[in-house]
């Protein structure tokens, strides 16, 4: 039987501002990013000798 190995990198830097509290019955605002600070996710995903 061929053994199988599975390995996951998740990271993941995303820069929060400041959001004042909301009220409970408002929806929540999404979250804005400034240019300078783009949102980074790597993922790298690899099951047994191939990666996907």
């Known amino acids: 039987m061929q053994k199988e ?3 996951i990198t ?3 830097q995303i820069p929060v501002p400041p ?5 409970a019955g408002a929806e929540q ?4 990013f400034a ?3 783009p949102p980074v996710c790597r ?3 690899r099951y ?3 990666a996907a």
Do not use: D, F, S
């Open 5 to 7: 190995i599975l390995m």
């Open 10 to 12: 998740i990271t993941i």
């Open 19 to 23: 959001m004042p509290p909301a009220p």
């Open 29 to 32: 605002p999404e979250p804005v």
């Open 35 to 37: 240019k300078e600070q």
């Open 43 to 45: 993922c790298h995903v």
């Open 48 to 50: 047994g000798n191939r």
